[in-house]
C-alpha cells in the first residue's frame, strides 16, 4: 500500500505553481519558434521585388487620347523596373487633368516616376512633391529642366505648352536625368 503524504493539503497551492511555471515555459517555447522564424523567413518589403509591368502598349493609347506630347522612356537598362502605370482622362480624374503616370525601381532602388499633365505647373508639384523649393537647373537632351527638392522626394520639371513634365522620387537628380535622357 502506498500513502501520498502531504498531498490533500498541499495540492491546490502545488498545481497552481506548475501550471503557472508550464504556461511560462510554454510560452517561452512558442516565443523561441516564432523568433526562429522570424529570423529565417524573408520578413522585409526589400526582400519581396516589386511587381514589373509593361508599359509600352499602354503608353501608345495613351499618346493618341494626351492633348499634349506624352512622354515614355525608351532603351533604358533593364536594372530600371516599371512598376506602375495608367493615364486618366480630365474627365475621370477628380480635378488632376489629363494624368500620365509612370512609375520605376531605379538600378540603386530608389522610385522615379513620370507625372505629366495639362493642370497648372504649380498644382502638379504640390500634389506630387510636398514641400518644395526651386533648386537649380539640368540641362538634359538639349533641354533646361528645373530641379525641385521636397520633404521627401526631389523633382525634375519642364514645360511643353498646355503639358507640364514631372520626372519625380525619392531617385538622385543624375537617376531622374537618366530618367529624362530616355524620355521619347
Known amino acids: 500500500m502506498s500513502h501520498h503524504v502531504g498531498v490533500a493539503g498541499d ?10 511555471r508550464d504556461m511560462v515555459l510554454s510560452m517561452l517555447a ?12 524573408p520578413h522585409d518589403a526589400d526582400s519581396v521585388p516589386p511587381l514589373k509591368v509593361e ?8 499618346k493618341r487620347a494626351a492633348p ?13 523596373r516599371a512598376t506602375s502605370v495608367g493615364y486618366q482622362p480630365a474627365a475621370q480624374s477628380n480635378g488632376k487633368g489629363n494624368a500620365w503616370h509612370l512609375g520605376f525601381v531605379t ?23 510636398a514641400g518644395g523649393r526651386p533648386d537649380g537647373t539640368s540641362d538634359v537632351a538639349g533641354r533646361t529642366w ?20 514631372l520626372l519625380t522620387g525619392t531617385a538622385s537628380y543624375d ?3 537618366e530618367l529624362a535622357q530616355a524620355l521619347k
Open 68 to 80: 499634349y506630347q506624352l512622354l515614355a522612356p525608351q532603351g533604358l537598362s533593364d536594372k530600371w
Open 55 to 62: 508599359y509600352r502598349v499602354e503608353a501608345a493609347s495613351a
Open 107 to 129: 538600378p540603386s532602388g530608389q522610385y522615379a516616376a513620370v507625372e505629366q499633365s495639362d493642370v497648372p505647373r504649380d498644382v502638379l508639384l504640390s500634389d506630387k512633391v
Open 11 to 20: 495540492s491546490k497551492g502545488l498545481r497552481g505553481r506548475q501550471t503557472v
Open 175 to 177: 537617376e531622374l536625368a
Open 30 to 41: 512558442v516565443g523561441g519558434v516564432v523568433w526562429i522564424g522570424y529570423l529565417f523567413l
Open 146 to 165: 528645373e530641379r525641385v527638392q521636397g520633404d521627401k522626394a526631389r523633382a525634375l520639371t519642364v514645360q511643353d505648352g498646355v503639358g507640364t513634365t
